[in-house]
């Protein structure tokens, strides 16, 4: 499975941005699939959940502000991120996993300026 995904960029605080990761290479619809970031000189972080049937969950820093979603039928991800903030400043990376294999995107660099 490969995963490309896109979307960063610089956007001021209170802005939005969506990112998406593609998908190719497997049957998208049976993953789990999320995003995790990772801000400078920090761990990376676990941002949001999608499962295969669509539950989805957040970490509670973005509950209320960012909507995970995914359309299987164009094996694509999203994250609608709203407003952000300059602590969501980060490299985003999506994910997908199925039993014992996790897969991971190149990542997208978001930059929220105050």
């Known amino acids: 499975v490969q995963l490309q995904a896109s979307g960063g960029g610089l956007v001021q605080a209170g802005g939005s941005l969506r990112l998406s990761c593609a998908a190719s290479g497997g049957i998208f619809s049976i993953f789990a699939m999320g995003w995790y970031r990772q801000a400078p000189g920090k761990q990376r972080d676990l941002v949001a959940t999608?499962?295969?049937?669509?539950?989805?969950d957040y970490v509670d820093s973005v509950k209320g502000r960012f909507t995970i979603s995914r359309d299987n039928a164009e094996n694509t991800m999203y994250l609608q991120m709203s407003a952000l903030k300059p602590e969501d400043t980060a490299v985003y990376y999506c994910y997908a996993v199925r039993g014992g294999s996790a897969y991971w995107g190149q990542g997208t660099l978001v930059t929220v300026s105050s």
């Open positions: 999608i499962s295969s049937s669509g539950r989805t």
